[in-house]
């Protein structure tokens, strides 16, 4: 009978088989172990691509290319003892509940806890597990190889049972730190360094890694150029080519709506925006004179240099700056405002690299990984997190929940051409309809409607499906101009909305005409487990944010585009709750509420 294969979430169930050893030793003495084993098959695919230079970067899990979709791990508290059953069974299932398939373990933390890789094993998150080297450089001499040597042996041997684990990588970033020499080495001494990097993680790492688990992949580093790298003697001259291996990417100063600015990358396994914490959580943390944007407090707590400015000139290129003279509401608002944009940029760049995965332009492209840094944080202040300090969703985690669905249109613009493409993950082509809808800023009822039936999208792809002249499509609809009027638009089937509804802005918002004071009014109830939260509207309300300060819990939705007048939204808690307390600490805001 064949077994039944381990599949990652969105692809198939995760079965396990119990297996017990039993070590018996002089008759007297028993040992017996139990644990669950799983079978399934992994491949690093690295070969050449029609109409393009280069290699590709994918993975096939059973035999299957799977599109990765994902986050960066790192550690979930400055201190690891603290790291209970209940965090961690927390943080991963926020990861499957945001539709991500997979975590890279980054290698500047730590190896996880056993309960961790099981949890992960549990839920199919697949694992790209970093050793422990990250930005920095590593001496060779005998004793600190003898340690290294126990250690990768250890770790190999302890996790290599785990169906989750994919691929262990040697470094974070090492590669091109040589590369680019980010340390200023002399050039007199730089082959001195390149032996050391062999040295450490080919001629040790790799040989342990190879000897102890042949059944997955290993790479030297990330980003690499892959068998590149290893044809170039370990190092490539760029590694961050595109046309090879996976990708960093970070871009923080230019307008991050520009899709044309991010890397048509083999796969991207790092890129990311900075956001604050919601205030509930900063709260717990500080006091009163620490509420404001320039406070000590925020300071100290912004370790990445300039992010806080950054974050406020990212933002500001598409959104009215908060003007309010009462520090505490403009760091509330600030903070509100950070969370649209880290949103709104992580959504632009992911979802171009899932509408690359099929197609190769100037011979870029076959994207195959969008793992965006990073999933959680390690304590109370900006980060790059989607998930807070303690578990609470961001924005950006309600909209990964999005732009990570199975079945998922996308919009973009090119030299005023509006295209949409259906990109899917599923396993068998899919027949649709596609809905678009635009709307005037100032009305609630659509300008217009146009629906496509009979859409194909083929499983495991991401094709076009529509493309009109921008300035077409606004004249037939009532004469809209880019400033008073938005898109959106949605696969259907027999009439209903099959995955997300999607949003194209025009232009910026603050350049929006017609935008209302929406006058949102919400009542909660009890439905079982969970609570409903009834929404009425008058008008049109972009990103609107529902907090329940520190009740520990998520929404069915959040940061969302309010375009009918009423709508149901859910609350499921993770701990007892009732609607009293719920009412008393219960927040809304909408764009039109930044002054």
Not at 240 to 252: E, M, S, V
Not at 313 to 333: D, I, S, T, Y
Not at 405 to 417: D, F, Q, R, S, T
Not at 480 to 495: A, P
Request: charged share 20%.
């Amino acid at each position: 009978v064949p077994v039944e294969l381990w599949w990652p979430s969105g692809h198939g169930n995760q079965p396990g088989y119990n297996m017990t050893a039993m070590f018996i030793m002089q008759e007297e003495y028993k040992i017996i172990k139990h644990w669950k084993v799983y079978f399934r098959t992994v491949e690093l695919v690295e070969e050449p691509i029609p109409d393009s230079p280069g290699l590709s970067f994918y993975f096939r899990i059973n035999g299957l290319p799977i599109f990765m979709k994902g986050s960066n791990w790192i550690p979930a508290d400055s201190f690891p003892d603290k790291v209970n059953s209940k965090m961690l069974r927390l943080l991963l299932q926020s990861t499957v509940d945001a539709n991500m398939n997979i975590l890279r373990i980054w290698g500047g933390g730590l190896y996880e806890q056993d309960e961790f890789y099981e949890i992960c094993d549990e839920l199919g998150i697949m694992i790209w597990q970093d050793f422990m080297f990250a930005c920095a450089l590593y001496p060779t001499n005998q004793d600190y190889l003898d340690t290294v040597r126990g250690e990768i042996t250890h770790q190999v041997k302890r996790l290599k049972h785990h169906p989750s684990i994919i691929l262990w990588s040697g470094n974070n970033e090492n590669e091109v730190a040589l590369s680019t020499n980010w340390f200023s080495i002399p050039s007199a001494q730089m082959n001195l360094y390149f032996k050391d990097y062999v040295t450490l993680y080919v001629d040790n790492i790799r040989e342990i890694v190879f000897a102890e688990d042949q059944s997955r992949p290993f790479i030297a580093s990330s980003p690499t150029n892959g068998l590149e790298s290893i044809k170039e003697g370990w190092l490539a001259r760029n590694p961050y080519d595109t046309h090879y291996g996976d990708t960093h990417y970070y871009n923080y100063l230019n307008d991050c709506w520009d899709w044309t600015l991010y890397p048509r990358a083999r796969f991207a396994s790092e890129y990311g925006f900075q956001s604050w914490p919601s205030f509930s959580t900063l709260v717990q943390v500080s006091v009163e004179e620490d509420w404001s944007y320039t406070s000590n407090f925020s300071m100290h707590r912004q370790h990445h240099a300039g992010g806080n400015d950054e974050m406020l000139q990212q933002a500001g290129l598409h959104f009215k700056l908060p003007q309010v003279v009462n520090p505490v509401e403009n760091f509330k608002q600030t903070i509100y405002l950070t969370q649209i944009m880290q949103a709104q940029c992580v959504k632009t760049e992911t979802e171009f690299y899932r509408r690359s995965q099929s197609e190769i332009v100037n011979g870029e492209g076959r994207t195959m990984g969008a793992l965006f840094w990073q999933l959680n944080d390690i304590w109370q202040g900006p980060s790059w997190a989607s998930l807070e300090y303690g578990g609470k969703w961001k924005m950006l985690h309600y909209f990964a929940k999005h732009f990570f669905a199975p079945l998922l249109p996308v919009a973009h613009e090119k030299e005023n051409i509006f295209y949409i493409y259906g990109v899917s993950d599923f396993h068998s082509d899919c027949s649709l309809a596609l809905k678009i809808i635009v709307y005037n800023w100032s009305r609630m009822d659509p300008v217009c409607t146009l629906t496509i039936d009979d859409v194909i999208v083929k499983a495991g792809s991401a094709v076009p499906i529509y493309k009109e002249p921008i300035n077409d499509l606004l004249k037939r609809c009532g004469n809209c101009t880019r400033q008073s009027c938005v898109i959106t638009f949605h696969f259907e089937t027999e009439d209903e909305p099959s995955g997300p509804i999607n949003c194209h802005f025009l232009s910026s918002l603050k350049n929006a005409k017609g935008l209302k004071n929406p006058h949102i009014h919400a009542s909660i109830s009890q439905e079982g487990d969970h609570f409903q939260f009834a929404l009425e509207t008058t008008a049109i309300a972009p990103f609107v944010w529902l907090d329940v300060g520190n009740i520990p819990g998520r929404f069915s939705d959040n940061g969302f585009f309010l375009t009918e007048k009423q709508r149901l939204i859910f609350f499921y808690p993770w701990e007892t709750t009732n609607v009293k307390e719920l009412e008393k600490s219960f927040s809304l805001t909408s764009l039109t509420d930044i002054s």
